[in-house]
């Protein structure tokens, strides 16, 4: 694998990278010590407000494609972690994943993962990894809403019961490296009742929550308003919950959530927005 090109804007380093076969994949570094890295060449997932999965599964990375991203950038950037959050869903390509999350581990570094959860047989590996934090996508209680925000993720009840499972034998030092994730979209999922159960969700796991605001990258979907979003915030934090709420970096137009896209070509990058 070869890199191709770097973007960057006034807070994220995007870096495009061609793979042997001729795909190519992008990483971010992010937050000054943070390299956010791909597993797949698109996703299967089918995400509808994500530009990464718009053609669907290309391909798995191999372990060497998923570390040779951290190692063509080793040399020029302060990195000091790994997010497993780029390209694709780690857990459908878990094998390679696996070995590069032990390739890292080895190097000191730390590692994080975000995924949706599925396969929920690999979730369980994950989460008796040694990782420094693990985000999982829910973006809604409501079976129908779920399925739609995420339609080939499996089913919420399979999820959840893996999660109690789980976490009922999890100390709580390692249950505070857990949140789950949800995406707040206009109209969608962003009523009082459906963040009421979500936070009553996350209660009873014992973890925590983040709460996402919309990169606007699909134009079926909308961001809240700030209001909304801090009206949002301060009513999960009311059931006694601890939150967290996007940071500048996934909020950035270059490499924020979502942003990500599977072969983009030079043309394409040139036009990015900075």
Same mark, same amino acid.
């Given at each position: 694998?070869?890199? $191709? ?25 992010? !937050? ?41 950038? !080793? ?52 989460? #008796?990894?040694?990782? =420094? ?8 209680? #409501?079976?129908?809403? #779920? ?35 949800? $995406? ?28 996402? #605001?919309? =990169? ?30 996007? =940071? ?15 072969? !983009? ?10």
């Amino acid at each position: 694998m070869k890199l $191709l090109q770097e973007l960057s804007s006034s807070l994220n380093r995007l870096f495009l990278f061609e793979l042997f076969d001729g795909k190519r994949v992008e990483a971010v570094y992010y !937050r000054g010590d943070t390299l956010c890295v791909s597993t797949q060449a698109g996703c299967a997932i089918g995400c509808p407000f994500c530009l990464s999965g718009k053609s669907g599964l290309l391909r798995n990375l191999s372990a060497e494609e998923i570390i040779g991203q951290y190692e063509l950038l !080793r040399d020029r950037l302060e990195i000091k972690g790994i997010a497993l959050a780029g390209i694709g869903e780690p857990l459908m390509n878990w094998e390679a994943v696996e070995d590069a999350f032990w390739h890292f581990k080895n190097l000191g570094l730390r590692v994080s993962f975000y995924t949706t959860g599925y396969p929920v047989k690999k979730l369980k590996e994950l989460l #008796r990894l040694p990782h =420094n934090g693990v985000s999982i996508s829910v973006h809604s209680l #409501r079976k129908e809403v #779920r399925e739609r925000l995420l339609p080939y993720a499996g089913s919420l009840e399979s999820l959840i019961q893996t999660l109690r499972e789980e976490l009922s034998t999890m100390p709580l030092r390692k249950r505070k490296k857990i949140s789950l994730a949800y $995406l707040l979209l206009k109209g969608v999922n962003d009523t009082e009742e459906e963040l009421k159960n979500f936070a009553m969700l996350v209660k009873s796991f014992g973890v925590s929550a983040t709460l996402l #605001r919309y =990169n606007q990258t699909v134009g079926d979907f909308r961001d809240v308003e700030d209001w909304e979003y801090e009206k949002a915030f301060l009513l999960l934090r009311s059931y006694g919950i601890r939150v967290t709420l996007s =940071n500048r970096f996934r909020k950035d137009p270059l490499g924020g959530c979502g942003t990500l896209v599977a072969n !983009r070509n030079l043309t394409e990058c040139l036009e990015c927005p900075l």
